[in-house]
């Protein structure tokens, strides 16, 4: 049971503990400061883990992963031999060492071993992440041309001509290369201008035999030269314009500008075949023939619809990006080029049917509502929360990786949500409140319950039933043998009776005195405290076995020349069907002393009543011996009060000097009791 020790306890061996073991004071470990290292272990169903404070490396050493779920401060230096993981911000007050590669977005870098060596190297990359250093290049090189030269688009030095390099025709005809100059005196008729020019098939002149000039043209004609038109060019009779150059126009250009009840149609030529845009006059509106590709951006200020596929990002670069004007801000829909998915800004509201081949995923919550059909499995990185109800034809698994934690079911309820869990550490489920079943419950193991088991039927059990109260309002079958208890409680000292056909009923005890009983105590006494007389006593109490002997006892010993006290007090119920104490012998104590001196050791008793008198005994007092006694203690059989399913109390006190030593044994009460 509970014991209470009011000094300090010495165990030789290990302490076991079923239940906590706790402290109102600091809890030592390696208190000797001795040569060691100092262990605290954690036990585990995967396997004991440690935290051990090395006596070689003078450190706090973890055997497995620490979550620090507060601030981790350290005020020297924190290493890890796996991977350092924050979850959230950082704060490095000082340098930071590191002794591998650096992650940065992803991509990892490896630093030089040493120093540069000199002053303005640079870090470069072999394109692997492998940083070395390097002299910083400038490769902005300048070209620098002669003083009889100029430095072209192409960066090509080019040679100029000179006045005096042009006196004659020969001399231009050579500074330009291989170019015949024409001049005037060779131009006298129109097949001289013809023989001199090449690929020039006919020469035209006005009506009096003068070559067209700007200066001198037929206003009916376009200078092929160039020319500006003061009024409009019109091609009629269905004929053609046709231009091997460039249109250019400063205002606008129309088609169809009489407005005809016809298509207007810009054709573009391509080698691949001739491609349009039209307005359509039957549908009003604009029709291409082929696809579009806007370099800037595509503005509609109605409705855009179109009868094929509409293709983001046709160069498959980067992410496609689909955007959504609003007037509390832009939200998009990205096909993430890292990710490979597509990640949509703010809430989806599907009102028909999403059809999902792969994954679906979202930061926020999933809400649904209507019915759902999902073929293949649902991963959900953190909530599932459902409006209605969720359902499954199959099996609903919870922890399904297994994972070293309780997988918990929980309720909610306005009065506060309950839960079913199993639990990690006890490998049993717990239900956090009632359970009321209204068929049948099958235990195969152990069912406990720290409030009260109810059944309307039948509680059939193939092992133990046990508990702080059993309430039955019906019959009970024992062995196969079915019993109707009375349905009061009958007077004292009475005995349940049966009629043989197993109706029971309350009748008076027939019997008398018995043959007597006897009630054994050996250390450790059951219900038993430990307490010294005062704070001056020291001594040391330990618990111990003779196996020579048998017998299990206590020590009680101490470094002090003086007699130093320390007492074992045990209470003990009075049964129920207790007459009276044995004449002869009521109370047996086993004993042993280190001397038989008594001013070195010995041993006293002391017994209260249920009333709490202390009772004069004869011959437990100044006990001591060598070897194992049995004193015969009298007393209580001639005076006390002894009420039935009240306590006794006895109080064995040791007392011991640095020469002796104390030992107490088993005690025997010996008491009459009634039959049956």
């Known amino acids: ?171 231009l005809e050579t500074q330009i290369g291989s170019v015949n100059v024409i001049v005037s005196t060779e131009i006298d008729s129109e097949s001289e201008l013809e023989s001199l020019l090449v690929d020039v098939t006919n020469v035209y002149t006005n009506n009096d035999g003068d070559l067209y000039t700007t200066g001198v043209a037929d206003a009916r004609y376009v200078n092929v030269s160039g020319d500006t038109m003061t009024g409009n060019l019109i091609i009629g009779n269905g004929k053609t314009l046709s231009v091997s150059g460039t249109i250019i126009t400063e205002t606008n250009l129309t088609i169809n500008q009489d407005n005809g009840a016809a298509d207007a149609v810009l054709t573009f030529g391509n080698d691949a075949g001739a491609e349009t845009i039209t307005f359509s006059d039957s549908t009003n509106q604009f029709e291409l023939s082929d696809d579009v590709q806007v370099g800037g951006n595509l503005e509609v200020n109605g409705d855009g619809t179109v009868s094929g596929a509409i293709e983001i990002n046709d160069d498959n670069s980067g992410n496609a990006t689909l955007t959504f004007g609003n007037d509390a801000g832009d939200e998009t829909i990205v096909f993430n080029d890292s990710t490979n998915e597509f990640d949509v800004s703010d809430d989806i509201n599907v009102t028909g049917t999403i059809d999902a081949s792969t994954n679906i995923s979202g930061s926020g919550v999933l809400s649904i509502e209507g019915a759902s059909s999902l073929q293949g499995a649902i991963t959900a990185g953190s909530t599932i929360d459902a409006v209605g109800n969720i359902t499954t034809d199959a099996n609903l698994t919870i922890n399904e990786d297994n994972g070293g934690a309780n997988a918990v079911l929980t309720f909610g309820n306005d009065g506060g949500a309950e839960t079913i869990q199993f639990n990690d550490s006890t490998n049993e489920f717990d239900v956090s409140d009632d359970v009321n079943v209204t068929g049948t419950l099958d235990v195969s193991s152990n069912l406990s319950a720290s409030g009260v088991i ?67 105590l050996s250390p450790e006494y059951p219900h038993a405290v430990y307490t010294s007389s005062g704070s001056a006593y020291i001594g040391q109490m330990s618990l111990n076995y003779d196996s020579t002997n048998s017998e299990n006892f206590y020590r009680w010993t101490s470094t002090k020349g003086t007699l130093q006290e320390y007492w074992v007090i045990a209470r003990i119920r009075v049964p129920d069907n207790f007459s009276v104490w044995d004449a002869n012998e009521p109370i047996e104590f086993r004993y042993r002393t280190g001397t038989a001196n008594a001013a070195d050791n010995y041993l006293t008793m002391r017994l209260y009543d249920t009333a709490g008198t202390q009772i004069a005994l004869t011959g437990g007092s100044d006990l001591k011996n060598t070897s194992w006694t049995t004193a015969t203690i009298t007393g209580p059989q001639a005076s006390g009060t002894y009420t039935t399913s009240s306590y006794i109390t006895i109080a064995v006190k040791l007392t011991s000097t640095s020469a002796g030593s104390a030992d107490a044994g088993y005690i025997n009460l010996n008491w009459e009791t009634t039959a049956p």
């Open 1 to 171: 049971g509970a014991s209470s020790l009011q000094g300090a306890i010495t165990a030789g061996s290990t302490i076991d503990a079923v239940g906590n073991i706790t402290t109102d004071a600091n809890l030592t470990i390696n208190e000797d400061n001795g040569d060691v290292d100092a262990v605290l272990t954690f036990g585990n169903d995967a396997g004991a883990k440690a935290l051990t404070y090395s006596n070689a490396n003078t450190q706090f050493e973890f055997n497995d992963d620490v979550k620090v779920t507060g601030t981790l401060g350290a005020t020297s230096n924190l290493s890890a031999s796996g991977t350092l993981s924050v979850e959230g911000a950082s704060s490095l007050q000082g340098a930071v060492t590191l002794g591998s590669t650096i992650a940065i977005n992803g991509v990892t870098y490896t630093f030089p071993a040493s120093a540069a060596g000199s002053s303005g190297k640079v870090l470069k990359s072999d394109a692997t992440g492998i940083l070395s250093w390097a002299t910083d290049v400038n490769t902005n090189a300048q070209t620098e041309c002669g003083a009889d030269q100029y430095l072209d688009g192409e960066g090509n030095c080019v040679d100029v001509i000179e006045e005096a390099e042009m006196d004659s025709i020969g001399e």
């Open 454 to 520: 109810s059944a309307e039927g039948n509680i059939t059990t193939d092992g133990n039933l046990s508990g702080s109260t059993l309430t039955v309002d019906g019959d009970v079958t024992l062995r196969g043998i079915t019993y109707t208890p009375p349905s009061a409680d009958g007077s004292n000292g009475q005995a349940l009776t049966t009629d043989g056909a197993g109706n029971l009923s309350w009748a008076a005890s027939g019997g008398g005195t018995g043959s007597g009983g006897v009630l054994f």
